[in-house]
């Protein structure tokens, strides 16, 4: 890993070593973020192919029961009833944070409107479709709602790990190198210091002059 290029000084080395510190403190936290999101994400998405497989099954109960009214009444009748219905559904969509990531709550507020046409006056096959149909809209929140969540989870989850790896593959490895590199060139700075002061010693001795004194005898 190349390191990073800053003259080999105890300012900078101290630098570097408060940025690594940082750095692993950082790691540890991604890495506990990354653990309960991926908790949270297995749960969530656990959730979400339930509420689809509800959705699934009840689809095809309810367009089961359409194709069977089509084929007893007529799909020009079908069509009429249909129109005779009014009204829509509300939902209210609130947002909460999950780890950091926000994800929608989403709540049916309006009921499905009131039939406009009574029971007895249609075939059983219809009145299971349209009961099965209103049965499927009141799972659609929910399944917005954990899907939703889900894929916003997983788009967390990805990013944090783009974070972690970075962490741990390419900036601390880098600020560790950059560390051993000033740590190694101070101690060769300082081997070469003393030396250099002992050579001066040794000489000083050699000639017979007191360490203090290097200028040589006084006139």
Not at 38 to 47: G, K
Not at 144 to 168: G, H, I, S
Not at 187 to 193: W, Y
């Amino acid at each position: 890993m190349p390191r990073l290029k800053v003259p080999p000084t105890r300012s900078n080395l101290i630098r570097v070593r408060q940025t690594l510190s940082l750095a692993r403190e950082g790691h540890t936290l991604l890495d506990r973020k990354r653990e309960v999101l991926t908790l949270n994400l297995i749960h969530t998405a656990h959730d979400a192919e339930q509420v689809q497989q509800e959705v699934a099954r009840k689809l095809n109960v309810a367009y089961e029961a359409l194709r069977v009214a089509n084929l007893m009444m007529g799909r020009e009748k079908v069509q009429w009833v249909s129109l005779a219905t009014e009204g829509q559904s509300e939902i209210k969509t609130l947002l909460r944070s999950l780890m950091g990531v926000v994800v929608p709550t989403v709540e049916l507020t309006r009921q499905p409107p009131d039939l406009a046409f009574g029971l007895g006056d249609t075939e059983a096959a219809l009145d299971g479709a349209l009961v099965a149909f209103r049965e499927v809209l009141a799972l659609l929140p929910t399944l917005v709602e954990t899907v939703t969540a889900m894929w916003r989870l997983a788009t967390e989850l990805q990013r944090t790990q783009r974070r972690v790896n970075a962490l741990e593959h390419i900036l601390i490895p880098q600020y560790q190198e950059t560390a051993k590199f000033i740590e190694e060139s101070l101690e060769e700075k300082d081997r070469e210091d003393y030396f250099r002061l002992k050579r001066v010693k040794t000489l000083t001795a050699r000639r017979g002059l007191p360490e203090g004194d290097r200028s040589g005898p006084h006139v």
